[in-house]
Structure formats: C-alpha cells, structure tokens
C-alpha cells in the first residue's frame, strides 16, 4: 500500500511538473513582444525572393505542378508564406493545394496503402498523393536599409515524382525603389511650404518651358487645339498637387481647394497662353 502511494505521489508529482510547464510556456509565448509587421520596402524584397523560387522551379520543370506549401518557420505574421502563396498562383499550369502538406501526404498515403493489394502497391504507394512539389523553407532575416529592402530564405522545393530536390538553398531577393520613386518619396516628406513652392514654380514656369506648343496651337488656328493644349498645362498642374498632397482629395474642404485650384491654374495657363501667343505674333 505504501509502495502504491508513492508510485502515485511520484506521477502527480510529474502531471503538476508538466501542468506546470505547459502553463509558463503558454505564458511565455502570449507575453513575449510580437515582430512589427514587415515594411513595403520588406514585403517588396520578399517578394522579389519569392520571385526566384517560382523561377527556378520553372526552369526545372516548365509543366503542370501542383504544389504542397508548407508555412515558411520564423515567417512574421505569415507574410513570406503568403507571398510565396501568391507568386505560386501567378503561373497558370500550377495548382496549389489548400491542406497542409504533411497531412495531405500522409493521408494519401495511408488510403494508398490500404488499398494496396500487393508488396509491389505498397512499396510505391507514395506515387498516389496528389502533390507533385512539396515547398517549404525557412526565413533566415528580412532587413532594410534606408530606402532598400533584404530577404534572405532557405527554400526547400522536392519533386516527389522524381524524387530529386528543385530547390535546396538560400535565395535572396533585393529591392531598391528606382530614382523618381526616391524623388516621390523624399518629396512627400518636404514641410507643406516647400512643396507648395515647388508647385507654385512648376505652374508658373511649365507654359514658358514649353513655348513649343503654344506655337504649334497658333499655327493650328484651330479653337479646339487651343483647348486641348490649355487642358494639358492644368491637368498636368492638378496631377501634380494631387501628388504633393499624397494622392488624397477627400472631405469637402479637400474638394474646394481641388475646384478653387483648377479655377486659378486654367486662368493663369489661359493668360500665359495669349501673352506668349502676342509675343510671338
């Protein structure tokens, strides 16, 4: 009796080490700091990554895949693995399956094999699941640097056909906006007087930049042409304040300014126009 109680002190000794356990981890794992979401300029570079898996992939087997994807390990909030996911779906010959891969392959196999009704059957029974590429891969850092993005990832890709490995290395994808994307970029950034004065120069000197096409519309002599080249010159003033003020016309004061500007850029470019028109005449 007494060696019955202590075998079963022991064994709730070991439940309440492992309840115990259970509980810190759990803690440890709702407590700890959560990543940031990844940048654009991140997300662009894993994409470019992801890019180059798919490509690779390609230039070993150009035909119908359908894939198993496993979710990428140290994947922040799922985003490399949804990239990929995407990229997956570009190519039209391919087909993604929605299971998790590990459970597809394992259920596939076990129907095969008890459906087998030889040595020979089950042996090859692995042929039967319906996932010809199995991808999976590992987020080794996603960086950023000023305006350029970094992912590095190891990617595993196996052609369970042929059993031979697609991909089996570390790809890295790198992005770096282009120039007038930087220019967009350090623009917006500008105090709100600084890009009013750029807009206030643009539009003051755009009609004398271009006295080219005042002449060609005096030549033309036609009313339409006229009209057409003031349209330009304003809409080409709206495009660009739409632009400095971040692409958002939105409230109805935002919708005054947007009318009270067309009115005062159409009369400055009409006024431009005929001047430079009666110099040239």
Known sequence: MYRLLLALNRTLRWILV??????????????????????ETQLQAVRQACRQVAGRIATQDGGAL???????????????????????????????????????????????????????????????????VVLAGRVIAVTQSNDSGRALLKVWAYDSRSNRWLVNQEIEGVWRPSLLARATSAIQHWDWRGRLLLWLGFVGLLPWLTLFGTRWAITRRSNAVSFGLLAIYTLSDLLLAVALAGFVVAGGWAWTQFFVTLLLCSAYNFWACERIAVREK
């Open 18 to 39: 492992l309840v115990a356990a259970f509980f810190i981890w759990q803690v440890w794992v709702f407590a700890r700091p959560k990543q940031p979401p990844y940048t």
């Open 66 to 132: 359908r894939f198993g994807l496993a979710h990428f390990s140290g994947d922040n909030n799922g985003a490399v693995t949804r990239a990929m996911r995407e990229e997956l779906a570009r190519h039209d010959a391919w087909r993604l399956c929605d299971e998790s891969p590990i459970r597809k392959f394992l259920g596939d196999v076990t129907h095969a094999v008890s459906n087998a009704s030889s040595l020979d059957e089950v042996i090859h029974a692995g042929r039967a699941v319906e996932m010809d």
